[in-house]
């Protein structure tokens, strides 16, 4: 039973692998194949699908044209934290983080509309899904670095002159960043957005003191991100792109209390191009 048990395993795990039991054609998850246990603690379900190293297609597009993306995830793979050096002559380095918040940091079922220009610019623009998930590093030293990675409205474009997508297109844009904490949270002081109270119970006398202004008035400011999508891998029969991406955003401010460390993202992700909008 031991050994079977051992093998039902082995097999659950090689087909969530990204590239394990490759043949040369696609290996995209099928994770509707798995049941619950053979996933579960498995990190199966934070995996992106991607598409064999062999594939190199491309996907023919019309001007003035638009189409839908859909089945858009995600992975993180690298993270770092821009660190301000101790010697103001010295120039900030992003120091890498291990991560604390384990298999749960993936973006997925992410929907995005494709627009092609007359001139051939693509714009990619991210509409709905699982586009948010609150991650923590954990820098060398041992501070800890929370963040609210996401890609909220991403809008990125492409230079002029594409009839296809292929593993040259690449998309840069911004996106939005929520307030890691929502308007509703209480710190241990009881202060919040929208309710709580407005200043350290303990110091009534402080409250218009400026050392203390910045924890007393809570606010969940919209932060500002840049990313870069870059396609490496077309598969012109299936519609689907991979590649990697690079995302650079502010971390948290706790609610506005402290100021925000710049925090880059690298990993991979996957798409798949269904029909024309």
Do not use: H, W
């Amino acid at each position: 039973m031991k050994f079977r048990a051992l093998v039902a395993a082995f097999v659950a795990l090689c087909l969530g692998m990204l590239t394990a039991c490759s043949d040369g054609t696609n290996t995209v998850v099928n994770r509707d194949q798995l049941t619950y246990d053979e996933i579960l603690n498995t990190g199966l379900a934070n995996k992106c699908p991607q598409i064999s190293e062999f594939t190199r297609g491309n996907i023919p597009i019309e001007k003035g044209a638009s189409y839908v993306v859909t089945d858009i995830c995600l992975e993180p793979q690298e993270y770092f934290v821009k660190e301000e050096p101790l010697n103001k002559r010295d120039v900030a380095e992003y120091v890498p983080g291990k991560l604390l918040t384990r298999s749960t940091t993936s973006l997925e079922q992410i929907s995005a509309t494709l627009k092609v220009s007359a001139d051939g610019a693509l714009t990619f623009i991210e509409e709905d899904g699982i586009d948010f998930q609150p991650i923590t590093v954990q820098l060398p030293g041992g501070e800890q670095v929370p963040f609210f990675f996401t890609m909220k409205g991403f809008t990125g474009t492409t230079e002029a002159g594409f009839t296809s997508i292929n593993s040259s297109t690449d998309f840069e844009g911004d996106f939005k960043v929520p307030s890691y904490r929502g308007a509703g949270f209480l710190d241990p002081k009881g202060r919040g957005v929208v309710t709580g109270y407005d200043n350290a119970v303990a110091l009534p006398a402080g409250t218009d003191n400026k050392a203390f202004a910045r924890a007393n008035v809570k606010a969940t400011e919209l932060g500002k991100g840049s990313m870069s999508l870059q396609i490496t891998k077309v598969d012109g029969a299936t519609g689907e792109i991979a590649g990697v991406f690079e995302s650079e955003q502010p971390s948290d401010t706790d609610l506005g209390a402290k100021d925000p460390v710049d925090v880059k993202v690298r990993g991979i992700f996957y798409g798949r191009i269904e029909s024309r909008a």
